[in-house]
């Protein structure tokens, strides 16, 4: 019999339903394994009492035959959702103690739905990363390496931890959040399934804001349809969310069965980025001829506004982030840092509460936000996000789906000398488009960097058309049979 | 250069973060990499384009004016790293 631990959400929900093992022998399992990595340092908080708790109890609805729609599944929590009563620092110094009253709408849905929750997991500060080495709680170790290697490797970010916790067994799903990349790049990095849903599929109360016009949550699991799973359980319309879409929601693992059959999937010629590996290209190569099989139209697009995407995310996203974080002050919540003065006090409680990479980023946004410059840089760039949004309608008249790489490289070393801050940002090069559109996107598992690490491709679809995205997501992830092990399982 | 030390400063006392002279340092020439590095987007003709705020709908929907939330002070307060008298307690503003 497959240990607890390896088994798909689906096949957990059908192993509870058929009484073959109890939420809490479930939940056990996932604790030990979480005891056992935690070298990989994929949790800030594990809640072990909590996760008991909540598995007792759903043992208990499931034998009054109350079971709700992911009953028992133990889950970790990217900490950057507020959770009531348990720890919440969204990877930072400044949330110091921070405890939250209330419990944010995607974890409120879950719980409803009977999910257990495990712990809350590690991230880039703020979610301001892609490699989770911006945490003030130390980098997250990616379960894989190099061949032959013992290096160690990001997870990606921000979501690191709850990448890292899937990857290696530690959780069977986790939630995300994806501004940038922040989802679907770590789970390239990590070999398994991210979603980043349609802007306002899910709401955004109680998610800690980076940037509001670009935050969106979503599910990372080990297969497509666990993520369909994950997603049904987690969206929905939120009236305390006011960018939260009042829109019907499908059944998602039911539009799974459809297959890719005469559905047309552009191919962005601005994707072929100069020095991009040519294994990337292979394998993006590979994803076109499998999609091709499956009975899927190529037909070649064109984003032309695509090389534009990532300066404009950087004028976009630092002015709505050093907005957002102005709330950080040490009065209401988190670190203070006593001063002569107001002010003083100000200003010492953010020196020491945040990190360098929230202070590039707020220093940014508040440059491009000031006088004098908002013309040049924040409207600049909004009239960009204009034209790169425009280049997906345009392409959506043509094709169903587009394919892309997710990232343009494969995991690197934690001590990878990084001293460029633009260096890191190209990581998510292939990601921000979606954000900046609002359009959803797939990261999927599709084969191996020469060095043995896993690479991702990226399926992109019309706004609130995740059936489709997940549906050519199923026919890759048919396709690839991606089947290898993280070094920390083998 | 687009951006310089004095700038640096202006703006992190607009964001209200005290910076160490090394920290202003290694700031400057970051901040300075990536505005370069953004005015690329010059290059696009952009006259006449809507700037674009947000995705869906922007239109915010409505509900009736009433109190839905509140009456919970204690819990308001109850991460306020300090309070007095039932409110947030901040060091002396006037003299």
Redo the contacts between chains.
Sequence with gaps: MTTLTDLTVASALDGLGHGDFSARELTEAHLGAMEAARGLNAFITETPEKARAMADASDVRRRKGKAGALDGIPVAIKDLFCTNGVLTTAGSHILD???P?YESSVTANLWRAGAVMLGKANMDEFAMGSSNLTSYYGAVVNPWKRKGENVALVPGGSSGGSAAAVSARLAMAATGTDTGGSIRQPASFCGIVGLKPT??RCSRWGIVAFA??LDQAGPFARTVEDVAILLGAMAGHD?KD??S??VPLPDFRAALAGGVRGMRIGIPKEYRIDGMPAEIERLWQQGRDWLKAAGAEIVDISLP?T??AL??Y??IAPAEA?SNL?RY????????V???????????T??AG?G?EV??R???G??VL?AGYYDA?Y?????????I?RDFTQAFDKVDAILTPTSPNAAFATDAKMD???QMYLNDVFTVTANL??LPGLSVPAGLSVEGLPLGLQVIGR?FDEATVLRVGRALEQAAEFKARPASLL | MT?DRK??AH??T???????PA?ADS?TR??D???H??E???E?A?DG?????????MT??R?PDVVTDGG?PE??L?????RAAGF?A????IE
Excluded: C
């Excluded at chain 1, 107001?342 to 010492?348: A, I, V």
């Excluded at chain 1, 409207?379 to 034209?387: H, I, Y």
């Excluded at chain 2, 607009?14 to 160490?20: G, T, V, Y």
């Design positions: 103690g921070f405890v009253p802007y306002g509001s016009s009236p006011s960018t879409a009042d506004h090389k534009y300066p404009t950087y004028i050093s102005a002050d040490g009065v209401r919540f988190g670190l203070r006593e001063g002569k003065s107001l002010s003083d006090m100000y200003e010492l953010r020196q945040f360098a202070k590039r707020v220093l940014i508040t440059y000031s840089y409207l600049k760039a909004q009239k960009l996000r204009t034209l949004a460029d801050p633009v559109a609002g706004a | 951006i700038t640096v703006i992190a607009l964001a209200r973060i005290r910076l160490s920290e700031l970051e901040l990499g990536i505005l590095w953004i690329q987007l010059g696009v952009t384009v809507e700037p674009m705020a947000g995705v869906g709908n915010l929907p509900r919970y819990k308001i109850a991460n306020a790293p300090e947030f901040v060091p002396k503003v």
